[in-house]
């Protein structure tokens, strides 16, 4: 039918034409170029633009920071763009090398870059062999002032702390070795005292995503915990963030904010299967043997404690261990919400807290090197993650994403009250990351997704945007800024081509 109707449509031009005389018809029109407006910056000043953030703002890729990956910035991108429009200089404080890493008086803290080895990412020196960290915050820190005081690692309540940049704090583990560089003669100036010392005119705002995903990448295990919302002074991210945003614009500055993201949609959290483990019959037979004890003791346990409501079927059949020959079968872990049967009966104080992970479970991306090996070398029997279960730290169970959950969206409710009151230009970082994890961006030619390495948006340490994913981001805050201070970044054709930015560096840049 459709070829019928393009037949009737032809036959009509024709008889249209055969009632006329023929005229001159211009096969290759020109096609006028749409004029864009010149480019404005509207109500905001950019010329003494400050980025104050975590590693997100420093231009970490790659599990590291390095010159290459600074030079490619959120920040330092968007004060290119700036600098078109009134922006002055953006200094950096640059690392010595493009190797990554920090050494502190020729003693390495901080492991180099990670690089694309084939099959995923590995460490640089596995490619290259060994290099000397040359970024030595004991013998060559840049001076300042500093535009970029983005300080990797850094929370919300870290930004206002005095000693933060003070080398003797470090090895108490007070201090961060990426804001000893910047500190120089004051090395209790605070984050946020530099800032505020520069008189900004425009600041970018980008801090919290640390607060939830210290805990995220420990796994829950306690040892990072969230930031309390409120009602601890000095450490509660309310007060941080409201001082943070008071301090920034108490001279008239205007700025843009940026909220949380969601960190288990990040592909740290998305690689690793909860099912990878093959085995053969053999194997599975003999790990199946071991457990043997271990579920016969659940059926034990459950008729001691019938009628009790103590012990369901469901979790009784949550913990059984079960392993079959083939692919897909689950790693074994811990799971401390499980029902702690010693506690209420010492007879079953060897019936531990663990079972096989489901789809809901989250393992980090470490664990993809963990998964496999020998607790005791030499001994089969003795794989983790199989006959040795994998700890709290390597998974994140259902209700600890449901912690960072609760946090998160109590964070960008106190950003985006903070961004509303202040009259700052507000990014919905959360909203653009639940679109690269479902269905992913497509910006200009390309489009980015969440996926390690194929992705295109995140970096080989499954945390940290690529410079593709970092433009990707430059864009947003100044379509953000176009819609609060009537710039015009976007209509004026003024955002990033995204495709003009790398996806990973070679392991021969140094």
């Known amino acids: 039918?459709?070829?019928l109707k393009y037949i009737y449509?032809?036959?009509?031009?024709?008889?249209?034409?055969?009632c006329n005389d023929p005229i001159d018809v211009d096969l290759n029109p020109v096609v006028m170029a749409e004029e864009l407006p010149a480019l404005s910056a509207g109500s905001a000043d950019f010329s003494n633009y400050v980025a104050l953030g975590n590693s997100l703002t420093a231009g970490f890729t790659d599990g590291a920071l390095f010159?290459?990956?600074q030079t490619l910035s959120l920040p330092n991108l968007l004060s290119q763009k700036f600098s078109l429009?009134?922006?002055?200089?953006f200094v950096q404080p640059l690392t010595s090398d493009n190797f990554g890493g920090l050494a502190l008086a020729g003693t390495r803290i901080q492991d180099p870059r990670l690089v694309f080895g084939g099959a995923g990412p590995v460490p640089l020196e596995s490619v290259i062999g060994s290099v000397t960290v040359s970024t030595d915050i004991a013998l060559n820190n840049p001076t300042g002032p500093f535009n970029n005081l983005g300080v990797p690692g850094a929370k919300s309540f870290h930004l206002l702390a005095p000693g933060y940049g003070n080398i003797s704090n470090v090895q108490l583990g007070l201090a961060n070795p990426y804001f000893v560089r910047m500190t120089g003669s004051t090395p209790d100036i605070s984050v946020l005292q530099m800032a505020a010392s520069q008189a900004p005119s425009f600041f970018s705002l980008w801090i919290g995503n640390n607060d939830v995903l210290g805990y995220a990448t420990s796994g829950g295990d306690g040892t990072n915990p969230i930031t309390p919302v409120s009602g601890v002074p000095g450490v509660g991210f309310d007060g941080s963030y409201g001082a943070l945003i008071a301090t920034l614009t108490a001279g008239g500055a205007k700025g843009v904010v940026a909220n949380i993201p969601n960190v288990v949609d990040i592909p740290h959290f998305t690689t690793v299967p909860h099912n990878p483990v093959p085995l053969d019959a053999a194997t599975a037979a003999a790990v199946n043997g071991a457990y043997a004890?271990?579920?016969?003791?659940l059926q034990a346990a459950f008729a001691a404690?019938?009628?009790t409501g103590l012990l369901t079927q469901e979790e009784v059949d949550a913990r059984t261990i079960s392993f079959v020959a083939g692919a897909g079968n689950a790693v074994v872990i811990e799971d401390e919400t499980l029902t702690n049967l010693g506690a209420i009966n010492p007879a079953f104080a060897?019936?531990?807290q663990i079972r096989q992970a489901t789809a809901a479970d989250l393992l980090v991306l470490p664990a993809s090197s963990f998964i496999g090996t020998l607790a005791v070398p030499g001994n089969p029997l003795s794989v983790n993650g199989v006959a040795i279960p994998l700890a709290d730290k390597w998974v994140l169970l259902p209700s600890e994403q449901e912690e960072i959950a609760v946090a998160t969206a109590a964070f960008n409710q106190i950003i985006a009250t903070a961004a509303s009151q202040a009259g700052l230009a507000l990014v919905d970082a959360n909203s653009l990351l639940n679109q690269l994890a479902n269905g992913g961006i497509t910006s200009g030619?390309?489009?980015?997704?969440s996926n390690l390495v194929m992705g295109s948006a995140f970096s080989l340490d499954g945390v940290h945007p690529t410079a593709r994913g970092y433009s990707l981001l430059a864009n947003e805050f100044m379509k953000a800024i176009d819609v609060t201070y009537g710039s015009n970044f976007e209509a004026s054709g003024n955002l990033l081509n995204v495709g003009d930015y790398p996806t990973n560096y070679s392991p021969a840049l140094q």
């Not at 429009?85 to 200089?89: A, E, F, K």
């Not at 030619?445 to 997704?449: A, C, G, M, N, R």
């Open 293 to 297: 004890a271990y579920n016969g003791g």
């Open 85 to 89: 429009v009134g922006g002055g200089n």
């Open 305 to 307: 404690l019938a009628g």
């Open 350 to 352: 060897a019936l531990p």
């Open 445 to 449: 030619d390309f489009t980015l997704t």
């Open 1 to 3: 039918m459709k070829n």
């Open 67 to 69: 010159q290459a990956s």
């Open 9 to 18: 449509i032809s036959l009509g031009i024709l008889a249209f034409t055969a």
